[in-house]
């Protein structure tokens, strides 16, 4: 077991069933012109988790951790997006409409992908969703039990809304999530500190809140885990 000092106790996992996920980071909520700045929301709040979870995501991958990201958007005829999530908003802001990255929230544009600074690697799993949380409507639940994944790690935006339904969603089906508060973010800094009080208050009611720093002290060194080359292995 591994163990991470957190909020409210220490968090313990299994680094063989626990995976990185990586919520939303994407152009339409992350950069100027995308949906989040439709919303009349202040992006810039978001560019400040760009660096810790970049950090985050390389050592996941230096030592082979598995690494899931997650996309809201929907397919380009809006069919999987009900009515009550389509109105809202000034109508030629809405989703579907076209922004300065192409349809705003529809699979296939370019505001709709991943950041640059975050782009999936190949083999690396991508959840398309059409909802907030990351289990409706997606096979994520399926993807974690082929995976052997029982432990959450969980990273992106927003923090009050596609980290909280997601971390609720998961908590509801039995995952253990650590949510790191700086690789989380949100347009609003009062819902930053109450979104993340809200997960670990109540004996942890959702699941554990710690730094990133915690997080990657507690991991192995990328050569403790690293396959050992052929002249390594010993005769
Ligand atoms: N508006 C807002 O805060 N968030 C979203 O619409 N989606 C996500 O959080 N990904």
New binding site residues.
Partial sequence: MTTVPADPYPYDFDLASTALLI??MQRD?VEPGG??ET?G?DVSHLQAVIPPLAAVLARARAIGMPVIHTR?GHVPDLSDCPPAKLNRGEPSLRIGAPGPKGRILVRGEYGHDIIDDLAPLPGELVVDKPG?GSFHGTNLGVELADLGVTSLVVTG??T????HTTVREANDRGYECLVLSDCVG??FPEFQRVGLQMISAQGGIFGWVAPSSAFLAALPSPVDTAVPSPQEVPS
Wanted: one cysteine or more; charged letters at 25%.
């Fill in positions: 919520i939303d909520f949906f989040g919303l929301n809201e907030k935006v927003t009050e809304v596609c980290v949100s347009y």
